[in-house]
């Protein structure tokens, strides 16, 4: 089961590359960290990145401690359901 959270962590992260660049075509990053970030090296690039390092840390989680998984997908469940409402409420 906790495999298929890790899974399910990465597909999220593919949800959220697709639609934060959705939602930056025609609006803006309101996190000055990830608005720098995205300046200096590139939309995509950073986004890729930050995907690779979320689920890699949900492969530490689930060597780990497993048990942290179900609140993790859930709250990054959300957290997509959250940008596709706001990709979709925009357009």
Request: hydrophobic residues 60%; charged residues 10%; glycine residues 6%.
């Amino acid at each position: 089961m906790y495999a298929f959270l890790v899974l399910l962590l990465a597909l999220l992260q593919v949800v959220d590359v697709y639609t934060t660049e959705q939602v930056l075509k025609n609006g803006v990053e309101l996190n000055t960290v990830m608005n720098w970030l995205f300046t200096k090296f590139g939309i995509r690039i950073v986004l890729i990145l930050k995907a690779l390092m979320v689920v890699g840390c949900g492969v530490l989680i689930y060597i780990i401690y497993p048990m942290f998984l179900i609140p993790l997908s859930i709250w990054y469940a959300g957290w997509m359901t959250w940008n596709t409402y706001q990709l979709y409420k925009a357009k």
